[in-house]
C-alpha cells in the first residue's frame, strides 16, 4: 500500500514584508479590548488632565494608561511589574497602548497617585453612560458587602481593648508605686506630695510622676523589686504611651487595626464553603447592583453592614444627583436608623428584618407563645398579656445609641408576679420579674417592611437578591480578586474602582456579543 505523503504548512522565519501589518489588523473586531478603547475614548478626563504640572519631559497619556489599567483588571492582570510586561508582549496591550511601552514605576504612580481624586467620577461617567445604553437603570439598587483581605500581614494586630487594659495596668501600677512612696514616708514628719497630673495617663505626666517618685525615693532604703520596677518604667512608660496614643488614633473608634495596613480592621473572612474561617485584616467592601452590573461601591472599615447603609446611599445620590426609588437589601442591613434614613429619602426599602426569615419557614417561632412579637398588646390600656393572662404593665423608657450615634427609644413593660408562675421556665429564665422593650417606632418599620416583602414585587426582587452575590463572586472566583495589592484606604479605594470598572466593562462586552 502506498504511503500517503505528509504536507506541512509553510514555515518561515524572519520573511521580509512589504508592508508591515498593524496592531489594529490583529485585534478581533468584537474583542473586548475594543468595548474598553470605545468607552474609554467617550468620557470626559479633563480634571485628570489638569492634574499634571508643565515643564519638564513629556508624559505618558493619561488616558493611553487608564485604558491599560483597566484591560490589565479585566484580563485579571494586577501587578505593575505583569502590566509592563503585557505591553511588550501582548498586542491587545501594545495596541490599546499605541506601542508605548510605560515602566512599571510609571504605571503604580498613575494607579495610585494620579486617579486617587478622579477614578470615582470616571467610574460613574461610564455608569451614566451605561444606563443611556439600556443596560442598566439607577433608580432600582441591590446591596450587599463582602470582605476582602487586606495586603496586610495577618500577625500584626492591635486590638482597642488590649491599649485600654495596658493603660489601667500601667495607671494601677503607677499608684502602687506612688503607695510605696507613702509606706516610705509613713514614720516621718513631712510626707512629699503627690505629683501634678498624677491621675492622667499620657506620656508627659507619667514621666513626670516617674521622676517625682524617684525623687522622693532619693537616699532612701529600696526595696530591689522596686527599684527595678521603676527603672523599666522609667524607660517604657512613657514609650508605650506614646505609641498607644498613635494607635488611637489610627483605630479611629475601630475595635482593631493591623501595623502593616493600619486602615485595615480585623475581621472573620469566609474562606470556604463550610464558612469556616479566621480573622484577618481587611475591609468591608459595599456594592450597589443591577443586572449584574456595579452601579456605586464604597469601603468600610467596620465589620457590620448596619452601619454603612447610610454612608453608600449617601454617596450613590451625590455621585448621580438623583434618589434611587427603591433599594433592596437582605437583614444585615434591617434596623431602625437605616429605616427611617430611607423613608426620610423617599426610598421604598425592601430590606429584611432581623427575624423575617424565620418567621415564614419555622412554624414553632411563628406558634411560640412566649415570644414578645406574640404577646397580645393592648393599644387602649398600653398593656402586654403574657400567656397566662397576666397583666405587663409599662414601667419607663430605655434608650440605646447605636455605633452611628442614632438615638433608639424603647419602653419597658414588666409583669408584676413570674415567681409563682407554672410557665415560668419556659418563659422567663433570668431572675425577678420578666421585663420586654418595646419601640413604636421599629414596630411601625417592620409592619411596613413585611407588607412590601410578602407583595408580589416584594417577593420577585427577594428571589433577584442573589445577583449582587453573583457579582461578588465573578469578581472573586473568576477574576481571581481576593485580597487587595495596595495599602491604606486611599490606594485600596482605587484598586476597588479599577476592578468595579473592569468588572462593568467586561459585562458589557459579553452583553454586546449576544
Not at 176 to 196: G, H, M, R, S, T
Request: glycine fraction near 6%; proline fraction near 4%; charged fraction near 30%.
Amino acid at each position: 500500500m502506498k504511503e500517503k505523503k505528509v504536507v506541512f504548512k509553510r514555515y518561515v522565519q524572519n520573511q521580509p514584508m512589504l508592508l508591515p501589518p498593524s496592531y489594529e489588523e490583529l485585534v478581533a473586531e468584537n474583542h473586548p479590548v475594543r468595548v474598553v478603547n470605545e468607552v474609554i475614548e467617550r468620557i470626559d478626563i479633563g480634571a485628570l488632565e489638569r492634574s499634571y504640572k508643565g515643564g519638564g519631559t513629556s508624559s505618558y497619556h493619561p488616558r493611553m494608561l487608564l485604558k491599560v489599567l483597566v484591560y490589565a483588571y479585566l484580563r485579571n492582570i494586577y501587578s505593575s511589574r505583569k502590566i509592563e510586561q503585557a505591553c511588550t508582549e501582548n498586542v491587545h496591550f501594545m495596541w490599546l497602548a499605541g506601542g508605548a511601552k510605560p515602566d512599571h514605576n510609571t504605571i503604580n504612580d498613575f494607579r495610585s497617585k494620579r486617579l486617587r481624586e478622579h477614578l470615582k467620577k470616571i467610574f460613574n461617567q461610564v455608569v451614566v453612560l451605561l444606563a443611556e445604553q439600556g443596560v442598566l437603570s439607577l433608580r432600582e439598587l441591590t446591596l450587599d458587602g463582602t470582605k476582602i483581605e487586606a495586603n496586610a500581614n495577618r500577625y500584626t494586630f492591635v486590638w482597642g481593648k488590649a491599649i485600654k487594659v495596658s493603660r489601667e495596668r500601667i495607671a494601677r501600677q503607677l499608684s502602687e508605686l506612688w503607695a510605696y512612696v507613702e509606706k516610705v514616708y509613713q514614720d516621718e514628719e513631712q510626707q512629699p506630695n503627690e505629683p501634678a497630673g498624677f491621675k492622667e495617663i499620657n506620656p508627659q505626666a507619667v514621666s513626670e510622676a516617674i521622676s517625682a517618685i524617684n525623687e522622693a525615693l532619693k537616699d532612701k532604703e529600696i526595696d530591689p523589686k522596686v527599684k527595678q520596677k521603676l527603672n523599666y518604667a522609667r524607660k517604657n512608660w512613657p514609650v508605650k504611651l506614646k505609641e498607644y496614643e498613635e494607635r488611637e488614633k489610627q483605630l479611629k473608634g475601630r475595635n482593631s487595626l493591623s501595623k502593616t495596613d493600619p486602615d485595615a480592621s480585623f475581621m472573620r473572612m469566609k474562606d470556604d464553603h463550610m464558612r469556616n474561617g479566621q480573622l484577618k485584616p481587611g475591609y468591608n467592601v459595599q456594592a450597589s447592583t443591577d443586572k449584574h452590573y456595579i452601579l456605586n461601591y464604597t469601603l468600610g472599615q467596620t465589620t457590620a453592614d448596619t452601619t454603612l447603609l447610610k454612608d453608600h446611599i449617601e454617596d450613590t445620590i451625590e455621585s448621580y444627583g438623583m434618589v434611587p426609588e427603591s433599594l433592596t437589601a437582605d437583614a444585615g442591613y434591617g434596623s431602625e436608623e437605616n429605616y427611617d434614613f430611607l423613608e426620610e429619602k423617599g426610598i421604598t426599602a425592601y430590606v429584611k428584618y432581623g427575624y423575617f426569615d424565620k418567621e415564614q419557614r419555622d412554624r414553632k417561632y411563628r406558634e411560640n407563645p412566649f415570644i414578645t412579637d406574640n404577646l397580645h398588646y393592648n393599644s387602649e390600656t398600653d398593656t402586654y398579656t403574657c400567656p397566662t393572662g397576666q397583666t405587663m404593665t409599662y414601667i419607663g423608657e430605655r434608650k440605646r445609641k447605636t455605633a452611628n450615634g442614632f438615638i433608639q427609644t424603647y419602653r419597658l413593660y414588666q409583669a408584676k408576679n413570674c415567681d409563682a408562675c407554672p410557665m415560668r421556665g419556659p418563659c422567663h429564665k433570668a431572675s425577678g420579674n420578666r421585663i420586654i422593650q418595646r419601640s413604636e417606632n421599629l414596630n411601625r418599620h417592620r409592619k411596613k417592611i413585611k407588607q412590601l416583602l410578602m407583595s408580589e414585587e416584594g417577593i420577585e426582587r427577594r428571589k433577584q437578591r442573589w445577583k449582587v452575590e453573583a457579582v461578588f463572586g465573578n469578581i472573586k472566583q473568576n477574576k481571581g480578586f481576593k485580597r487587595f495589592f495596595l495599602r491604606g484606604i486611599e490606594k485600596v479605594n482605587i484598586e476597588l474602582g479599577l476592578i468595579a470598572l473592569a468588572h462593568n466593562l467586561q459585562r458589557f462586552s459579553q452583553t454586546a456579543a449576544t
